[in-house]
């Protein structure tokens, strides 16, 4: 990664305008050429630095629901109940953590009740409870990386 | 008044977006093509939904491990509740903390309400930001926790936009 990659992908993180040529405005900031940006958001995407590209949607204004949720597994079970959890489209995130409660994932789903239902599925399907552990109130949402 | 996208255009365009901008001199002209609409018309319902919070910006989802951020830990603290706003605030423009959440103690398995996501490249210096933050703004003494995560199975982008055949039976 060289500076150009840095600078490209600290701003993108900013967000782009939004205007017919995004790229060309881009390049007039960072001094560079609008397709050589382009190519290297690509390169980027295809080596897995970047997972994506695009609006970040708010998705409780998309009429779904996101919760997070948390599994005491047993040690044995653990890498079982992973695979569960990630056989579901509504799992978006999974991860270990160092705690009894060891493992935290956030659901996204259409719908408030298809939250409820499938935390209800986690729950007959690995025999373990949930903790259920939406959001009530957001201080601060600001995802940033500074490369 | 520019002639906006009927529904199932504007569904068809938010599925395209999910997947993200085309990368192209004229990402909308790109969309414009692919639902049937012009170029105007699909940046003028981008901005309507920019504008309406439908989303927070057009930018970039980095896999923040593959670029060295692998300490990530959730700070959860047990905060009375008459203070958890202010707080919350004040945590969520320390500098390191990327989200910062109010969310139920779930008694008597989990008595936190607080929730900050704090992404280093280091666990030290994560633990230090930490420490640094609580003594700060004089939460040492109350109840938390540090939680790292030590393993990610799953980190995907879900999809959200309802089935075609809800707003053809709605259309």
């Not at chain 2, 692998?70 to 203070?83: F, G, H, S, T, Y």
């Not at chain 2, 969520?92 to 992404?119: E, I, K, T």
């Not at chain 2, 790292?148 to 809800?166: D, E, L, V």
Request: glycine letters at 6%; aromatic letters at 8%.
């Amino acid at each position: 990664m060289d500076d150009l990659d840095r600078r490209l992908i600290n701003r993108l993180q900013l967000g782009v305008p939004l205007v017919r040529h995004p790229w060309q405005a881009l390049a007039e900031e960072l001094d560079a050429d609008a397709a050589q940006l382009r190519e290297r958001v690509q390169a980027r995407l295809d080596d897995g630095t970047l997972t994506r590209f695009g609006p970040m949607f708010d998705i409780e204004r998309l009429g779904g629901a996101f919760t997070l949720a948390a599994l005491s597994v047993p040690e044995a079970r653990f890498d079982r109940v992973a695979e569960q959890l990630a056989a579901m489209p509504e799992v978006a995130h999974n991860y270990r953590r160092e705690h009894a409660w060891n493992m935290w994932f956030v659901l996204g789903c259409a719908t408030p009740e298809g939250i409820a239902q499938t935390i209800a599925r986690i729950e007959a399907e690995t025999g373990l409870p949930v903790l259920n552990l939406p959001k009530e109130e957001t201080y601060h949402v600001g995802l940033h990386f500074p490369v | 008044m520019t002639s906006l996208l009927n529904d199932l255009q504007a569904l068809q365009l938010r599925r395209l977006l999910e997947a993200g901008l085309p990368l192209a001199a004229r990402p909308y002209q790109v969309l414009a093509e692919r639902v049937g609409a012009s170029e105007e018309a699909v940046l003028e319902q981008v901005r309507r939904w920019s504008d309406s919070g439908l989303f927070r910006r057009m930018g970039l989802v980095i896999k923040h491990r593959a670029l060295g951020f692998r300490a990530n830990a959730m700070l959860v603290m047990d905060i009375p509740d008459e203070c958890v706003d202010e707080v919350g605030r004040k945590l969520g423009q320390a500098a390191g903390v990327n989200l910062c959440y109010q969310r139920p103690r779930r008694l008597p398995d989990w008595p936190y309400n607080l929730f900050c996501m704090v992404h280093g490249r280091e666990r030290e210096q994560v633990c230090r930001l930490i420490e640094q933050m609580l003594a700060e703004n004089g939460l040492y003494d109350v109840p938390h926790q540090l939680l790292f995560s030590t393993r990610a199975f799953k980190q995907c982008g879900g999809r959200y936009a309802p089935p075609a055949s809800q707003v053809a039976a709605h259309g």
